[in-house]
Each structure stands twice: as structure tokens, then as C-alpha cells.
């Protein structure tokens, strides 16, 4: 590259997210992911849903979904968790 500015430019172009669909669902998936982490600083929370509603939160958009052995489902954003409790609540997890 001739220059860093160069560099920068020829870097950003190709991470750049290539749709509005791309940038669209990696947004709402890091808002999901900073919530989360915002709401689970001990690496283990109950929170309610109106909580998660209430800060915006997507439950359309997570990265993947985790059965344990005995049953238990878990949906991620990355490394953060939750996972439906009774009473409208769920518990947040950090793997």
C-alpha cells in the first residue's frame, strides 16, 4: 500500500458489510449481545422479559441454540445465553 490511509481505505472497504440486510441483522445482533452483557455482569442472571423488552431486545436474532443433555435449550448471541423460565422470566448465562 502506498500509505496507512491507503491501507485503511482498501480494509474498510472490503469488511464493510456488503447489504443493508447484512448490516441490518449484524445491528440488531450486537445490541442483543450488549444487552445481554449489560444485564449479566455475575455470568449467571434471571431477568424478566419486560426487562429485555423494555431495553429493545430481539428475540428473532441470536447466533445459535444449545440442547444440554438433560433437555435444556439455550439461545445465544455469541457467548452470551438465555433461556425461558417460567413466569415470563429467563436466565442469562455466559459461556
Known sequence: FCNDACRNAFNNKQN????????????????????????????????????????????????NIKVYKNGSEYKFVYDQGYKMLEDNYFLLVKN
Open 16 to 63: 464493510k458489510d456488503s447489504t443493508n440486510l447484512m448490516r441490518n441483522v449484524n445491528n440488531k445482533l450486537r445490541k442483543n449481545h450488549r444487552i445481554l452483557e449489560e444485564l449479566n455482569i455475575e455470568g449467571k442472571t434471571k431477568v424478566s422479559k419486560a426487562k429485555l423488552d423494555g431495553l429493545g431486545f430481539d428475540f428473532n436474532f441470536f447466533t
